[in-house]
């Protein structure tokens, strides 16, 4: 299930050739030092993220916690992962976390904790915007959407630390951006985003 990407080094977007980065990392600076992505949004790692979110299924989440942290390990060195300091899921607005009973990203992250050895910080960001599904949205109206969606909990102290957010898939950028504004609030030293899929949408 592991299979090797042509993407952009930056923002782990698919191209089509072996250039190292996208027209749009060479225009325009994103704010998270990398991204890296086990695959592009195909087969099966959409319907294991859809079985995991909406059917419950949670050892879909283990799966995808192992495939990504295998991923992680045969793209950055010993030295590099070690170097982290938090991992840190994307979090979901206390109403949908509810509805849900869970949430994916944290699953996940749960997992890559385990395997790269890396703390895993738990309620250090809070999703204080209940924001409408970003699916079918537009990037201007993802963007809106997002605006100090997050924010640091208080006696959270992350200046100077190095952190990699998880995420299950990263499609405009929209949400890994507005957390990225928060941790840069904070002074963070580096943020890393990892997702399981990364996708596009050109609207």
Do not use: W
């Not at 190292?20 to 992505?37: I, N, S, W, Y």
């Not at 030295?79 to 949430?103: D, E, S, T």
């Not at 890396?118 to 990037?139: D, H, P, V």
Request: one cysteine or more; hydrophobic letters at 40%; glycine letters at 4%.
């Amino acid at each position: 299930m592991l299979q090797p990407r042509t993407c952009c080094q930056y923002c782990g977007l698919s191209l089509l050739t072996t250039q190292p980065f996208c027209g749009d990392c060479l225009t325009h600076e994103h704010l998270f030092t990398q991204l890296h992505a086990l695959s592009s949004y195909q087969a099966p790692y959409p319907k294991l993220i859809k079985q995991l979110k909406y059917s419950h299924q949670l050892i879909a989440g283990e799966l995808l916690g192992q495939l990504l942290a295998l991923s992680i390990a045969s793209h950055f060195s010993k030295q590099q992962i070690a170097r982290i300091n938090y991992l840190i899921a994307v979090p979901l607005h206390p109403k949908k976390l509810r509805q849900r009973g869970f949430n994916q990203a944290q699953l996940i992250a749960k997992v890559v904790s385990t395997h790269l050895n890396i703390t895993l910080l738990t309620g250090a960001i809070e999703r204080k915007k209940e924001t409408q599904a970003q699916e079918g949205l537009s990037i201007a109206k993802r963007r809106k959407n997002l605006r100090a969606a997050f924010a640091v909990t208080k006696n959270t102290h992350l200046q100077g630390k190095h952190i990699a957010i998880v995420d299950d898939v990263v499609t405009t950028g929209a949400t890994i951006n507005s957390l990225c504004q928060c941790l840069q609030a904070q002074k963070v030293a580096s943020i890393s985003v990892f997702c399981i899929c990364r996708t596009d949408v050109r609207k």
